[in-house]
């Protein structure tokens, strides 16, 4: 993750992601740099404009917590549905209840 760290610090400063510079970066905070992983980032980010990656990154979890938030209300909309259907249905056994003791008391005097 340092290695990406050091392309964003470079990005953000407006310097150029270079090997040179990410691996300045990278010895600046005390990280063991590899050679090899430094020319993979910077040939992987040699097409890549950061910004939109950037702005495409923050915009998909807000998507998704506006998706997740939909969800949520259907969920909690079915569970009124499912409440409301239970307390009728305990409604009804109450009365049925009721219809059998009196049967019971007659029964017993």
Known sequence: MEYVY?????????EEINEDNVTGVLEAA???VEESRVKALVAALEDV??????????AAPAAG???G???EADEAEADD???EEEEAEADDDDEDEGDGGEG???LFG
């Open 49 to 58: 404009d950061i910004e939109e990656a950037i702005e495409t990154a923050a």
């Open 65 to 67: 917590a506006a998706a």
């Open 81 to 83: 549905d499912e409440d």
């Open 30 to 32: 005390g990280v063991d």
């Open 69 to 71: 938030a939909a969800d």
């Open 104 to 106: 019971l008391g007659e």
């Open 6 to 14: 050091a392309a964003l610090i470079l990005n953000e400063t407006g």
